[in-house]
């Protein structure tokens, strides 16, 4: 089996055969009655134009899902049919991601391009048996021709050109004698079909472009409707998963393969997309996102993109665990990010490492506590996993603290600090306001002064005194600087993408960017473990979020994090609501 576990001791992997859905009952039955021998065989077959984003991981958590559980094997096919669109840069991108994902496809990673001659024979085929012509029409005409969903539609004048006729032009095309756009090889299917796809669909056209791994070997190439059920065939695909656009190519799909001398005969069955709120789901768009220069590239981490997301601090096992909660259905729907945020702080709150950062900063000076004193406390790295063990937190007379977390005048219950009020220093001590100092010219508050108990070291008393207030800090004198990104939905809109379609004034999905995507704060404070941290670490930030440190880190020589995610989880209320 070519499956790969990547995290052995993680529960989110663990081999699920009771898994049920539409797809799988079918793939079942196949099996019960014999028609799959071999076994089951899937492929995950992206088109190398853009990067993956997290709707293709659920056709590969979908594709190389299925062949685990059901002993079979998922290939890596590369669609590379169209040279003007490809790039080499997104085959190693699409590699990388679906291996951190944590597939492996084994030797079984395959390219379209790798079967042109294969398809040019299969070509050949349909023209000696009558069954695909070269057509003259000009692009437009053909658009003409071929109807619409009410109207039928016509049959070109050159339909009928001799088999003969059609090899010798057909040959032509491939010699390269003619321009791009000045034929095209269509299958003689029928122009009447109420299926519009069967209306004498393209298979080939000339375009003289160079191939990244053809080179200059062709200057006609297949349409994907044409190379995919041959593709699919030729490596024995036995369920070709794909999404729901393609239930109407269906019909022409086995058209091929019932009209081919195929080695095997590929089953396709559609599954709904998956769109998820407040982003747009398509290469086209995202690139555009790119292009526009509205992102910093196909891994910012407010793409949807796994780069993206990787970026931003998701880990694989969130993504397969949300592949599977959603499911498969049949029809097309749009999942709230809410749900995907919600499993991310799961698997975040057993693995990150908690520490305490001060984004915004006030200085408090705890007046009775020593001058020169310094006091290494401990803090639990994860009350989740007491495996993670404990870290040294030095504590000294002056601090930060969130600026958030005091207020002169406290609303009504307010119980963090405040005049007259005691609050804890999470691992530290209780402190108690005195008074504050302020800036001369501006009168804001500078500093803080406080007293502490130092019978309340840790952050508790023998007394039972009640403290409701706890806060995080960090010691002045040991702070490291950081640099913290602070994301949010990079669109205003739920359903961009939706809504696009019916705007009034004729908006773009562009016009609904939220400005306010990212917030950068150049310098937080935070404890010395932050010293050392590497791209990928991730962390959660007390009372604030599940942080993971950027690449930007090793090139701008200071520890940079992005926020991953809040800890405020509206999907859990709302499932608790459900509940109740
Ligand atoms: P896009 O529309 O984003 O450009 P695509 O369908 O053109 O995507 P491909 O590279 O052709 O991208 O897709 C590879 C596989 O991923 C296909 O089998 C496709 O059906 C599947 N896929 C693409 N988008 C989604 C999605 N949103 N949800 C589930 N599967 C998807
Ligand atoms: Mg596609």
Same mark, same amino acid.
């Given at each position: 089996?070519?499956? =790969?576990?990547?995290?052995?001791?993680?529960?989110?992997?663990?081999?699920?055969?009771?898994?049920?859905?539409?797809?799988?009952?079918?793939?079942?039955?196949?099996?019960?009655?014999?028609?799959?021998?071999?076994?089951?065989?899937?492929?995950?077959?992206?088109?190398?134009?853009?990067?993956?984003?997290?709707?293709?991981?659920?056709?590969?958590?979908?594709?190389?899902?299925?062949?685990?559980?059901?002993?079979?094997?998922?290939? *890596?096919?590369?669609?590379?049919?169209?040279?003007?669109?490809?790039?080499?840069?997104?085959?190693?991108?699409?590699?990388?991601?679906?291996? @951190?994902?944590?597939?492996?496809?084994?030797?079984?990673?395959?390219?379209?391009?790798?079967?042109?001659?294969?398809?040019?024979?299969?070509?050949?085929?349909?023209?000696?048996?009558?069954?695909?012509?070269?057509?003259?029409?000009?692009?437009?005409?053909?658009? +003409?021709?071929?109807?619409?969903?009410?109207?039928?539609?016509?049959?070109? &004048?050159?339909?009928?050109?001799?088999?003969?006729?059609?090899?010798? *032009?057909?040959?032509?095309?491939?010699?390269?004698?003619?321009?791009?756009?000045?034929?095209?090889?269509?299958?003689?299917?029928?122009?009447?079909?109420?299926?519009?796809?069967?209306?004498?669909?393209?298979?080939?056209?000339?375009?003289?472009?160079?191939?990244?791994?053809?080179?200059?070997?062709?200057?006609?190439?297949?349409?994907?409707?044409?190379?995919?059920?041959?593709?699919?065939?030729?490596?024995?695909?036995?369920?070709?998963?794909?999404?729901?656009?393609?239930?109407?190519?269906?019909?022409?799909?086995? @058209?091929?393969?019932?009209?081919?001398?195929?080695?095997?005969?590929?089953?396709?069955?559609?599954?709904?997309?998956?769109?998820?709120?407040?982003?747009?789901?398509?290469?086209?768009?995202?690139?555009?996102?790119?292009?526009?220069?509205?992102?910093?590239?196909?891994?910012?981490?407010?793409?949807?993109?796994?780069?993206? *997301?990787?970026?931003?601090?998701?880990? &694989?096992?969130?993504?397969?665990?949300?592949?599977?909660?959603?499911?498969?259905?049949?029809?097309?729907?749009?999942?709230?990010?809410?749900?995907?945020?919600?499993?991310?702080?799961?698997?975040?709150?057993?693995?990150?490492?908690?520490?305490?950062?001060?984004?915004?900063?006030?200085?408090?000076?705890?007046?009775?506590?020593?001058?020169?004193?310094?006091?290494?406390?401990?803090?639990?790295?994860?009350?989740?996993?007491?495996?993670?063990? =404990?870290?040294?937190?030095?504590?000294?007379?002056?601090?930060?603290?969130?600026?958030?977390?005091?207020?002169?005048?406290? &609303?009504?219950?307010?119980?963090?600090?405040?005049?007259?009020?005691?609050?804890?220093?999470?691992?530290?001590?209780?402190?108690?306001?005195?008074?504050?100092?302020?800036?001369?010219?501006?009168?804001?508050?500078?500093?803080?002064?406080?007293?502490?108990?130092?019978?309340?070291?840790?952050? @508790?008393?023998?007394?039972?005194?009640?403290?409701?207030?706890?806060?995080?800090?960090?010691?002045?004198?040991?702070?490291?600087?950081?640099?913290?990104?602070?994301?949010?939905?990079?669109?205003?809109?739920?359903?961009?993408?939706?809504?696009?379609?019916?705007?009034?004034?004729?908006?773009?999905?562009?016009?609904?960017? =939220?400005?306010?995507?990212? +917030?950068?704060?150049?310098?937080?404070?935070?404890?010395?473990?932050?010293?050392?941290?590497?791209?990928?670490?991730?962390?959660?930030?007390?009372?604030?979020?599940?942080?993971?440190?950027?690449?930007?880190?090793?090139?701008?020589?200071?520890?940079?994090? =992005?926020?991953?995610?809040?800890?405020?989880?509206? @999907?859990?209320?709302?499932?608790?609501? *459900?509940?109740?």
């Amino acid at each position: 089996m070519n499956i =790969n576990k990547k995290s052995k001791n993680n529960e989110n992997f663990k081999n699920d055969n009771n898994k049920s859905d539409f797809i799988r009952d079918i793939i079942r039955e196949d099996i019960k009655v014999g028609k799959i021998p071999d076994g089951v065989v899937t492929r995950f077959p992206p088109e190398p134009n853009g990067y993956l984003h997290i709707g293709h991981a659920k056709s590969i958590c979908l594709n190389f899902g299925i062949a685990e559980e059901f002993g079979g094997r998922c290939h *890596l096919r590369f669609d590379d049919t169209n040279p003007v669109k490809e790039d080499i840069e997104y085959i190693k991108s699409i590699i990388n991601d679906v291996k @951190w994902l944590g597939f492996d496809w084994g030797k079984h990673l395959y390219y379209a391009s790798d079967y042109f001659d294969q398809f040019y024979n299969y070509a050949i085929q349909l023209i000696k048996d009558g069954k695909a012509y070269v057509d003259s029409l000009s692009t437009e005409e053909i658009k +003409k021709y071929r109807g619409t969903l009410t109207e039928p539609g016509k049959e070109s &004048p050159y339909r009928n050109r001799s088999v003969e006729e059609n090899l010798e *032009l057909f040959e032509k095309m491939r010699r390269g004698d003619f321009e791009e756009g000045e034929c095209v090889l269509r299958a003689k299917i029928d122009m009447a079909s109420p299926n519009l796809n069967m209306r004498d669909p393209v298979i080939y056209r000339i375009k003289k472009a160079t191939h990244h791994r053809s080179g200059d070997k062709w200057c006609i190439y297949p349409m994907y409707d044409f190379a995919h059920p041959l593709s699919d065939a030729i490596e024995g695909i036995t369920h070709s998963l794909c999404t729901i656009e393609f239930e109407d190519h269906r019909p022409l799909y086995n @058209w091929f393969i019932e009209n081919l001398p195929v080695p095997s005969k590929p089953r396709q069955i559609e599954f709904a997309r998956l769109n998820l709120t407040y982003t747009v789901m398509s290469k086209r768009k995202l690139g555009k996102l790119v292009n526009e220069g509205i992102v910093s590239g196909w891994d910012d981490p407010r793409m949807p993109t796994i780069s993206g *997301l990787r970026r931003r601090g998701y880990t &694989p096992e969130a993504i397969r665990k949300f592949s599977d909660r959603i499911g498969v259905a049949k029809s097309n729907s749009i999942v709230d990010i809410n749900l995907l945020e919600h499993i991310l702080r799961e698997d975040l709150n057993k693995r990150a490492q908690r520490v305490m950062v001060v984004l915004n900063p006030i200085k408090v000076i705890i007046e009775n506590y020593p001058d020169n004193k310094v006091e290494y406390l401990d803090g639990e790295n994860n009350p989740e996993d007491s495996s993670m063990g =404990n870290r040294k937190i030095p504590f000294s007379k002056v601090i930060y603290i969130e600026k958030d977390d005091f207020r002169e005048v406290p &609303p009504p219950k307010y119980f963090r600090l405040a005049p007259g009020k005691e609050v804890r220093l999470k691992h530290a001590y209780y402190i108690k306001y005195k008074e504050s100092i302020r800036d001369e010219k501006t009168g804001e508050i500078k500093v803080i002064i406080c007293t502490y108990d130092p019978e309340s070291r840790g952050g @508790w008393t023998n007394d039972g005194r009640k403290v409701k207030g706890t806060l995080h800090w960090v010691s002045a004198a040991h702070a490291i600087p950081v640099e913290v990104r602070l994301y949010d939905h990079l669109f205003t809109r739920e359903y961009p993408e939706e809504e696009e379609k019916v705007d009034p004034s004729g908006k773009s999905f562009l016009d609904y960017i =939220n400005p306010e995507s990212l +917030k950068i704060i150049d310098c937080a404070y935070g404890e010395p473990i932050l010293k050392d941290v590497k791209p990928g670490d991730i962390f959660q930030f007390l009372r604030i979020g599940y942080f993971c440190v950027d690449p930007d880190t090793k090139a701008k020589n200071k520890p940079i994090f =992005n926020r991953t995610v809040t800890l405020k989880d509206s @999907w859990a209320k709302i499932e608790k609501k *459900l509940k109740k």
